[in-house]
């Protein structure tokens, strides 16, 4: 099994980890450490749904006193992944993100989602075994079904992708685990096609899990008024 070979691999090259030096290492941090997740947000787009905006970038609309953009990259750092990538196409998306995940500009965003996944699958570091998938614009998704996902994806016998599912197991939406074995496929995509496209015509390869957070969107006004109104309160002090 993967995980049992490149533990023993670590074990083989000397490797000084806090979870080898405890009897009965939780399975969780072992995984973690075997199998490095990086985040990958996709934050390029132009947002042009956004009518009445005036040219705002809807990214960068607060709620709760943050960007959504914050939420978003806070979920996936919060959530487990080793590190988190933003591919941009605005500078001010790049500066609201600030050093909380490393920047990767996309100068052919306007082509569609393929070429910003394409460059974030490029930037990815060569220990990556997989990428978690996330859109700039869905601040409800959360850490703790970022979190959910990357265990799943990480038991032995996980298909190489694993994605988020809300009611049926056609109905998933981003985030998405993808396994590097998937990565040249994704690279070939052109246009705005995203994971989808690979994933819907190969079911086998993909699984899904029941979340708690929500995939709410924000391409309008009226969806940005709903993400305000649903956003969780913070606790009175």
Known sequence: PRLRELAESATDAGAQVEWMHVDKPDFDVLAGWALPVYGLVLAAGAGSRMAGADGANKLLLEVAGQ????????????????????VYADERVKAAVGTSATCIPNPDAASGMASSLRVGLEAMPADAAAALVMLGDQPLVGSRTVKMLLNAWRREGARPALAASYATRDDWRPPVVLDRSLWPRLQELRGDQGARQVLDHSPELLDTVVTGGRPDDV???????????????PDPE
């Open 219 to 233: 391409d309008t006004l009226e969806d940005y008024a709903n993400i305000v109104h649903l956003f969780p309160r």
């Open 67 to 86: 960007p959504l953009i914050a939420h978003v990259v806070e979920a996936g750092v919060e959530g487990g992944c080793h590190h988190v990538y933003a």
